[in-house]
Nanobody, 124 residues
Framework: QVQLVESGGGLVQAGGSLRLSCAAS????????MGWFRQAPGKEREFVSF????????HYADSVKGRFTISRDNAKNTVYLQMNSLKPEDTAVYYC?????????????????WGQGTQVTVSS
């Protein structure tokens, strides 16, 4: 049974940093691409970042490019999202998800399992 558990969210001032983690279990983690999404109140879930199975291919939404970094440790079955220079508009619930797509995908429908989410709140 696939399980994804996010952690690391919290309250931070604008300009600060947070590091999100997503611990995975229930399948061969090292064979799958992983993504981070976020959803703010009243808005649709939006793509944040993708990393392929090896970590050799990464993709970011324009809104976070240059500020966020996705990485993974296949030995620990964990994917990370380092978030720097946070802005109030980054406030959202952040979700990690696993995809069966062989390449980069930003579509929520391409992801087959999701974590429960972790709240990130950035104060101005």
């Amino acid at each position: 049974q696939v399980q994804l558990v996010e952690s690391g969210g919290g309250l931070v001032q604008a300009g600060g940093s947070l590091r999100l983690s997503c611990a995975a279990s229930g399948w061969t983690f090292s064979s799958s691409g992983m993504g981070w999404f976020r959803q703010a109140p009243g808005k649709e879930r939006e793509f944040v970042s993708f990393i392929n199975w090896s970590g050799g291919s990464r993709h970011y939404a324009d809104s976070v490019k240059g500020r966020f970094t996705i990485s993974r440790d296949n030995a620990k079955n964990t994917v990370y999202l380092q978030m720097n220079s946070l802005k109030p508009e980054d406030t959202a619930v952040y979700y990690c998800a696993v995809t069966r797509s062989p390449g980069i995908t930003v579509l929520p429908g391409s992801y087959v399992s999701w974590g429960q989410g972790t709240q990130v709140t950035v104060s101005s």
